[in-house]
């Protein structure tokens, strides 16, 4: 069974620092591209970062570039999110997601055509 598990939410002051993990099971991360997603309160989910498997590119959301970092551990099959300088505005459930390039890539666009899972609570207060 091919499953996400997000992890490593929490509540943070502004400033300070996150790393949220992404484990996979049922099929090794190596194989596709991989993205990180939020949802905050009363907004249309979005992406954040996503790593290219092609050539390990990533690519970042205007909104976190230079403070948010993508990376993948494959002999862990898990993926991370380090979050530094976090802002209020960061605030919402974080998601990751796996899928072929095509597929990764629409899913950054039409993040609203994304099936989500059980992500992880970021909580920033001011």
């Known amino acids: 069974e091919v499953q996400l598990q997000a992890s490593g939410g929490g509540l943070v002051q502004a400033g300070g620092s996150l790393r949220l993990s992404c484990a996979a099971s049922?099929?090794?991360?190596?194989?596709?591209?991989i993205g990180w997603f939020r949802q905050a309160p009363g907004k249309e989910c979005e992406g954040v970062s996503f790593m290219l498997n092609s050539d390990r590119s990533t690519h970042y959301a205007d909104s976190v570039k230079g403070r948010f970092t993508i990376s993948s551990d494959n002999a862990k099959n898990t993926v991370y999110l380090q979050m530094n300088s976090l802002k209020p505005e960061d605030t919402a459930v974080y998601y990751c997601?796996?899928?072929?390039?095509?597929?990764?890539?629409?899913?950054?666009?039409?993040?609203?055509?994304?099936?989500w899972g059980q992500g992880t609570l970021v909580t920033v207060s001011s």
């Open positions: 997601a796996a899928d072929t390039k095509e597929r990764l890539l629409r899913l950054w666009v039409f993040p609203t055509e994304g099936t």
């Open positions: 049922g099929f090794t991360f190596d194989d596709y591209a």
